[in-house]
């Protein structure tokens, strides 16, 4: 009967993994696989130090399958498990939700200026500017979503979860990806045509996988196409924004300002520019971190594997 190690860091259910045909063993993901557990053949992996995943790929042998329950393989990959050898399987689906929702209020967040009025309360001052009668929809700023130009990069599960929401609030929304044509009602552009919408974009949405294909994605030359009130968000990886050449951009004005969930280093460092510059929020990567179901995609998958067939989420 092959042996399932799943993780304590997160609240699973065994009962619905009853029945089936395999051993059930909880372990933590902090430390190393106690030796009677390295027999295992299946992995669920969730919040792994790095240390505990890269001792599992030297020391886990008879592995035959992983299952991720982040929405990328990369911590798994970069422990040294091979994928040629061994099927990897991510949480993809999981997270769409939660990301999404986090998403939108973030853009909220920009637009209405919640940030500027909690600085102003905390220094006990009244943000008046911010009050009172304001023009409805002014050019050249980002204050509502109605009738806002928000282009998503990154069209994949979660762009389609947040865009109904966007759509509903009255945003025009265009999508980025590799290929274009129309998903779930929306033109989808690809990233030659970023030189063509940037310039006319309100609210950029960064959902980008990390890759050495998606690193410094939004550059210096990228973010001088944008308008000088267009804010960027980004909820997909740190690695895909140049964030020297974003904090030039926020320091210089050139852009509206950065709502950012994700960053090349984390925890973002003490001292990083990016917590002064004007017109910034930093979420400390908040915005997934809560699978939801996940029980629903082990069973899934755990039922193929048994069988001998194709698993859903495979890298």
Not at 198 to 222: C, F, Q, Y
Request: glycine share 10%; aromatic share 6%.
């Amino acid at each position: 009967m092959p042996k399932l190690l799943y993780p304590t860091s997160l609240t699973l259910d065994p009962k619905l993994l009853e029945g089936y045909s395999v051993d059930l063993v909880p372990y933590n993901v902090k430390e190393t696989i106690p030796e009677e557990h390295t027999d295992a053949e299946i992995l669920v992996a969730w919040t792994n130090s790095a240390a505990n995943l890269k001792d599992a790929a030297s020391r886990l042998t008879k592995l035959r399958w992983i299952q991720s329950l982040a929405a990328g393989p990369n911590d798994v990959l970069g422990a040294g498990f091979d994928p040629s050898k061994i099927t990897i399987t991510t949480g993809s689906g999981l997270h769409d939700h939660t990301v999404a929702e986090h998403t939108l209020g973030l853009l909220l967040n920009a637009a209405r200026r919640f940030y500027e009025m909690r600085d102003s309360q905390l220094q006990g001052k009244w943000p008046g500017h911010l009050g009172g009668p304001q023009p409805d929809r002014p050019a050249g700023k980002f204050t509502t979503l109605q009738d806002a130009n928000v282009v998503v990069w990154g069209f994949g599960n979660i762009a389609k979860c947040l865009t109904p929401w966007l759509t509903a609030l009255g945003a025009n929304v265009k999508g980025v990806a590799r290929s274009k044509g129309v998903r779930n009602g929306i033109e989808i552009y690809a990233e030659d045509d970023l030189k063509d919408i940037l310039p006319t974009t309100d609210a950029l949405v960064m959902i980008l996988p990390g890759s050495d294909a998606t690193k410094h994605a939004l550059n210096a030359e990228r973010l001088k196409l944008l308008p000088n009130h267009a804010w960027i968000v980004n909820v997909g990886r740190g690695t895909s924004v140049d964030e020297d050449a974003l904090a030039d951009a926020l320091e210089q004005g050139t852009i509206g300002g950065a709502a950012l969930d994700v960053f090349e280093t984390e925890p973002y460092p003490e001292g990083g520019r990016l917590y002064k510059t004007p017109n910034t929020i930093v979420s400390p990567h908040a915005a997934g971190g809560r699978p939801q179901n996940p029980e629903d995609l082990i069973a899934w998958n755990l039922r193929k594997f048994l069988a001998g067939q194709e698993l859903k989420n495979v890298i």
